[in-house]
């Protein structure tokens, strides 16, 4: 499965939908400023684990999430400083 890595100004998402292009990433997404990919999920989780050390659960636990889940998407969860 590949996935997609969105930055908006809420946050980070990852999602599974099959998007034909950053446009539509872009008309999904009100506040969307850029995205990865698509990806496979190893990629994903290894540039998430080198990017962002403090994500909690970690990247595996939440792209697994992802996958194993009905949703399409899901916000990144960050350990509380």
Avoid at 35 to 46: A, D, H, I, K, N
Avoid at 61 to 72: F, K
Wanted: aromatic letters at 10%.
């Amino acid at each position: 499965m590949r996935l997609h890595i969105i930055y908006t100004e809420g946050g980070v998402l990852l999602s599974k939908r099959d998007y034909a292009s950053w446009r539509e990433i872009q008309d999904a997404h009100e506040d969307f400023k850029t995205s990865l990919g698509p990806w496979e999920q190893e990629v994903v989780v290894g540039y998430l684990d080198d990017e962002y050390p403090d994500l909690d659960p970690p990247a595996r636990e939440q792209v697994g999430a992802l996958v194993a889940g009905e949703g399409h998407t899901r916000a990144l969860a960050f350990r509380a400083t």
